[in-house]
């Protein structure tokens, strides 16, 4: 079988480590608030809400705070936003993890493309995990966000840079875990991965990459 793709895009939340929506909903039960509420939050105005101008950069935590926490007023709940942000730090996969080691030791390309609120640390185990991609981008170092086709173009950049040749989106895979963010990769060209089991998601990348990543155990 020949490879249908010679790259590999990552989302990390809900891809590499758990989804974050499970801690959501452990809060949302924990304060008496209504299930779905943050997720339902962070859909309304999707583009310029609290959340996306907080990804951009364009918010501190401060500033985040207070705007997530007025429109939830405006929802008629009270929402306490640094427990939503806390909720964000999800624990590795260790299936995802070993599948990302086996591809960097194939020498398959692999890029990391992250919403996020601030830069990550380059340092202790999330620093390692970094290490192992040739091209990382933030939303909140570059200022746009998925779904905004912007930071797809910047990672196949990256990437391209990182290897030395050209990274067509053709050439990619992109596994994320919000419909959302793979119609604009898909788009772009990209074949997409929706990762709600993460065993289903890896037996269709191994397909895609003809590396077997279904039983590669793990590493760390």
Same mark, same amino acid.
């Given at each position: 079988m020949t490879a249908t793709v010679s790259a590999v895009l990552f989302d990390l939340g809900g891809v590499i480590t758990e989804s974050p929506m499970t801690a959501f909903a452990a809060y949302e039960a924990e304060a008496g608030l209504p299930d779905g509420l943050i997720r339902r939050l962070n859909s309304t105005d999707p583009d310029a809400n609290a959340w996306a101008r907080y990804e951009r950069g364009e918010l501190d935590t401060d500033g985040f705070c207070d705007a997530f926490e007025a429109e939830a007023l405006t929802a008629g709940h009270r929402v306490d936003a640094r427990r939503v942000l806390a909720a964000l730090a999800g624990e590795l996969r260790p299936a995802m993890l070993s599948a990302v080691d086996a591809l960097r030791a194939a020498g398959v390309p692999l890029a990391l493309v992250s919403n996020n609120v601030a830069p990550m640390e380059r340092t202790g185990r999330l620093g390692d995990l /970094?290490? /192992?991609?040739?091209? =990382? =981008?933030?939303?909140? =170092?570059?200022? =746009?966000?998925? $779904? @905004? $086709? @912007?930071?797809?173009r910047r990672a196949l950049q990256r990437l391209s840079q990182a290897v030395g040749r050209p990274v067509a989106a053709a050439d990619c895979a992109y596994l994320d875990d919000l419909g959302i963010n793979l119609k604009p990769a898909r788009a772009l060209g990209m074949h997409t991965i929706k990762v709600v089991d993460p065993a289903a998601a890896l037996a269709e990348l191994s397909a895609l990459v003809d590396l077997d990543l279904t039983g590669v155990g793990t590493s760390r």
């Open positions: /970094l290490g /192992l991609f040739d091209a =990382v =981008v933030e939303s909140s =170092v570059e200022g =746009v966000r998925k $779904p @905004e $086709p @912007e930071i797809y």
